[in-house]
């Protein structure tokens, strides 16, 4: 009598569990999907994509997403060296095809091509996100007034700059309204953002709005003065890179040209560039390149001019 009972209660404990267990496993999914949907996650699934994440987490790779970060170049530490041995391949695949360039100097130039532009592409970008960041501060002032204006607090109104500026800008300002909601300090939050800007421009910017938040004082006329000084550099700025936008494509075409002049003889003449490898030809040759090398960094260093 007992074991046709039992047997009962051991079935519906066995369905209870099962259907516990599939409840479960709904809400699981529910909760992974708004996972999802608030923290996206870019996933790599190919054998070279986890190559490429796995050198992500180095710390070669960590110091080279700085750079990439402060250049202002959306790319992974793996996908910019991949960009490189492709570059690399495809060089030594034209210099052997069409230039008729023997081994080992058709894997050596491009090599030594790639580490030039990689040197020659972070000096040339330094500080391209602080300039992009530093493009928007002047509108970012202006909300900022604005919003004073209107009788908004001071993180309303980096709320509203949050939501209204595009990136970069955009993207640190929302970092910012997380971490209030969060209620971390005003001052912390400032200045852990300033870790990512150091420049004259965003350094009193961000004094001036720790000291009106300490000391008050009219706020909106403030940022309204500094976001006329702010437009009046850019302008400026923007009127230097125009007058010499000439004199640093010049950079490039300089150096450029008779490299290719020679790649072009080489591939016209049998053993036009024979005579480089002689004693007196390998010191022209370095005479040249240090010459080449020179003259790009001379015309650089010209045209740099800060205000």
Known sequence: MYIPLLSSLAVLALIACIYSYLGYRAQKREWKQKLSSWYPEKKRTSFFSGLGDKFDK??????????????????????????HILGFLALSVLFTNMFKIPFPLNA???????????????????NKYE???????????????????????????????ARETPAPAGDEFKRISQELRLGVPLEYALRSIQKQNKSREFQLFIAT??????????????????????????????SIKTMTAEQKYISYIVPAM??????????????????????????????????????????????????
């Open 58 to 83: 180095t710390d070669r790779a960590k110091e080279l997403g700085v750079k990439l970060h402060n250049a202002n170049l959306p790319l992974a530490p793996s996908e910019y060296l991949a960009f």
């Open 108 to 126: 050596l130039i491009p090599l030594g091509l790639s580490y030039f532009a990689h040197y020659a592409l972070f000096m040339v970008r330094k």
């Open 131 to 161: 300039e992009r960041f530093n493009d928007q501060l002047a509108d970012i002032c202006r909300l900022l007034g604005n919003a004073a204006r209107s009788g908004m607090t001071l993180n309303q109104g980096i709320d509203l700059v």
């Open 209 to 238: 709005l720790l000291i009106q938040k300490k000391t008050g004082g009219n706020l909106a006329a403030i940022l309204e003065s500094m976001s006329n000084t702010l437009e009046d550099r850019k302008i400026l700025n923007q």
């Open 258 to 307: 008779p490299i290719f002049l020679v790649l072009i003889m080489n591939a016209s003449m049998d053993g036009f560039v024979d005579p480089l490898w002689t004693g007196p030809g390998i010191v022209l040759l370095c005479l040249f390149i240090a010459g080449v090398v020179l003259s790009f960094f001379l015309i650089r260093k010209i045209t740099n001019i800060k205000v």
